[in-house]
């Protein structure tokens, strides 16, 4: 019934934009508090971001902290994650997740819904 479902992904050259989409279906969406991992070939999951229930609240990894920004449009069931100056090492499949209220976790266990993830490949 709960559905969250990314797009946006695609190849880009370093140093380059992208901005990735999350839709959310079958849950109250301004409800729940909004995150964004990522996992490379080989790696483990990998928290990026959250943002809260209420919009009012954004937190990023230290590794891209200045170059990604999280927001969501509670009226599109939407949150989206703006990547700015790329890096190969951004490369990987990237994942919206879902928490009710919830305080900005970064272990992805805590969170109650995922998607299927869109590919990032950002090259040389």
């Known amino acids: 019934q709960v559905q969250l479902a990314e797009s946006g992904g695609g190849l880009v050259q370093a140093g380059g934009s992208l901005r990735l989409s999350c839709a959310a279906s079958g849950l109250t969406f301004s409800r729940y508090g909004m995150a964004w991992f990522r996992q490379a070939p080989g790696k483990e999951r990998e928290y990026v971001g959250y943002i809260s229930w209420t919009g009012s609240s954004a937190y990023y990894a230290d590794s891209v902290k200045g170059r990604f920004t999280i927001s969501r449009d509670n009226a599109k069931n939407t949150v989206y994650l703006q990547m700015n100056s790329l890096k190969p090492e951004d490369t990987a499949v990237y994942y919206c997740?879902?928490?009710?209220?919830?305080?900005?976790?970064?272990?992805?266990?805590?969170?109650?819904?995922w998607g299927q993830g869109t590919q990032v490949t950002v090259s040389s």
């Open positions: 997740a879902a928490v009710l209220y919830g305080g900005a976790f970064t272990d992805w266990k805590r969170y109650s819904y």
